[in-house]
């Protein structure tokens, strides 16, 4: 019969190993903080797209594109689904950032899954992030930036991810809200399927091409007065040919009214109301899916 052996350690020899093992630890926990730290806040720009990846509950990566020697960037998600994709631009307003805009007053991933969706971010004119205001402004010494910096994103979308020419939209709020409508739909007005626009006013719809359009506006808005929101939703009713009565599309909390104003040349508008100020509620940003859907779609006319 044999006798069973355990070897035991003494209580300074279990010490040190326990710290051993911390020690082993903590290295590896510093060499990946450093491994991520350093693809976090040193991309390096170049005449490719270059991206990292933030974990949230979808996956969204940050990308790089350089124009005119300036390194641009935006908050991007890609669908996972195969296939040619929706592709939906968010223009945050003055001061912000692409990745606050989108988690905060967008987030249109989550409602729809399907489709790519990009928050760019602007370039800072004198000292405050802020969208090209008209065609022709130059900004860190390159004209159109903005325009270029859109045609960069575009491009990249249609010829790496599977973006839809055909169905590309755009939304914009303040700063960027009028960047859409006095920049973009300017200048690439043809390449556009939708757009929207919050707190945000049209400076003229001359040499525009006819688009379908949703303005969404506060009862209460300090900054664009919701008078002039309202004009200005009038004024492409004007330009697409709409019915001049309309009929209730959505309502929602926070007395939010949506009215669906029909087009005869299938190029309608929708023109959203809700009681508060400058920054829309969080029932919005489902409702400018829902609209971008339905045009996608073909479904509202």
């Not at 010490?15 to 051993?20: E, G, M, P």
Request: positive net charge.
């Amino acid at each position: 019969m044999f006798m069973k052996s355990t070897l035991k350690m003494s209580p300074p020899e279990k010490r040190s190993t326990v710290k051993i093992y911390q020690l082993l630890a903590i290295i590896i926990a510093a060499v990946i903080f450093s491994s991520c730290q350093k693809e976090v806040n040193n991309p390096v720009p170049g005449n490719s797209v270059t991206s990292s990846t933030t974990s949230s509950a979808v996956t969204l990566k940050t990308m790089y594109w350089t124009v005119g020697g300036v390194t641009r960037e935006a908050t991007v998600y890609i669908p996972s689904t195969s296939g040619y994709h929706p592709i939906v631009f968010g223009f945050h307003g003055k001061g912000g950032t692409g990745a606050g805009f989108g988690s905060k007053y967008c987030y249109f991933e989550q409602n729809w899954s399907g489709a790519i969706v990009v928050y760019p971010t602007a370039l800072k004119i004198n000292g405050e992030t802020h969208w090209q205001g008209k065609v022709g402004q130059s900004i860190s010494g390159v004209q159109d930036m903005d325009l270029k910096f859109f045609d960069a994103m575009l491009s990249t979308f249609v010829n790496k991810y599977n973006a839809n020419t055909g169905q590309v939209f755009c939304h914009g709020w303040s700063s960027g809200g009028e960047f859409i409508y006095n920049v973009l739909w300017t200048a690439r007005g043809t390449k556009l399927k939708a757009i929207s626009a919050a707190g945000a006013t049209l400076g003229t719809t001359s040499g525009k091409n006819v688009l379908r359009a949703m303005q969404v506006a506060g009862k209460s808005d300090p900054v664009v007065s919701f008078t002039r929101q309202q004009s200005t939703s009038q004024a492409i009713c004007n330009l697409d040919k709409c019915s001049s009565t309309g009929s209730t599309w959505a309502t929602g909390p926070y007395n939010t009214v949506a009215t669906h104003y029909s087009s005869s040349i299938n190029d309608p508008v929708v023109f959203l109301k809700y009681d508060g100020n400058h920054t829309y509620p969080d029932n919005v940003p489902p409702l400018i899916v829902k609209f971008f859907q339905e045009v996608a779609a073909g479904t509202i006319h």
